[in-house]
């Protein structure tokens, strides 16, 4: 067997999709310095046969009990796509008793796309939005706190939570969103090291998929 099992070995575990793939990894915990294992499974409308599967193909089931974190993608995105892999993530979580955070795929992505801002203005706060076909601009705010040098783990403040905006609201700077699950999925499990790192206990009873439906409220 690789030696990346082990019997002894603390697990992360990471879940993304919000698009048309599925993205898992997979890194020991208490070693920052080893290789993340991942794939990108594109599955489409099957995830809800294959999510299982996909997740053992990458971390085996009877090394399930070692996982000592979950972090998962909660959307925006696929509703259907991001509630299974959400249900898994907290069942495997509970099963197990283990934290589980979470991410907005907004938030996720923030790392990739602040590179396209104005040097100068990278510590500012910028909008990612996307355009929802007959439904309006779906957008969320982010700002750059700090850049962990030792992880690469690039740590942002989500200010606002991908929702759908009014019309009349300015946007600026904006990126417009995009999707890279095979990077996305990286930035994932560096966050649930970072959360491992400083101990934050995080509840799965908490987690549940982003799902805008209305512009109607008040916005930042």
């Given at each position: 067997?690789?030696?990346f ?14 698009s048309?793939s ?12 080893t290789?993340i294992?991942?794939?990108v ?5 099957s ?5 299982f ?14 996982i ?21 993530a907290?069942?495997i ?27 100068n ?73 970072y ?5 934050v ?20």
């Amino acid at each position: 067997m690789n030696n990346f099992y082990t019997s002894k070995t603390k697990y992360l575990l990471a879940l993304h999709s919000c698009s048309e793939s599925l993205g898992i990894a997979v890194k020991e915990a208490d070693n920052p310095e080893t290789i993340i294992k991942s794939e990108v499974f594109n599955i489409g409308r099957s995830l809800s046969n294959k999510l299982f599967s996909c997740i053992e193909k990458i971390l085996p089931r009877h090394f399930w009990n070692q996982i000592i974190r979950i972090s998962v993608a909660k959307g925006p995105g696929s509703f259907t796509s991001t509630r299974l892999t959400i249900s898994m993530a907290r069942t495997i979580a509970q099963q197990i008793n283990c934290s589980l955070d979470s991410m907005s795929s907004f938030h996720i992505m923030a790392p990739r796309l602040y590179k396209n801002l104005n040097e100068n203005n990278i510590f500012d706060p910028f909008w990612i939005k996307d355009i929802l076909p007959r439904r309006g601009v779906l957008a969320g705010k982010y700002q750059l706190i700090k850049v962990h040098k030792e992880s690469n783990f690039h740590e942002f403040d989500e200010l606002i939570s991908p929702k759908l905006i009014n019309k009349e609201q300015q946007l600026y700077p904006s990126i417009n969103a995009s999707n890279s699950i095979e990077k996305d999925i990286l930035e994932l499990i560096k966050y649930s090291q970072y959360c491992h790192k400083l101990k934050v206990q995080s509840n799965w009873e908490k987690i549940l998929p982003i799902y805008p439906t209305s512009p109607v409220e008040k916005n930042k």
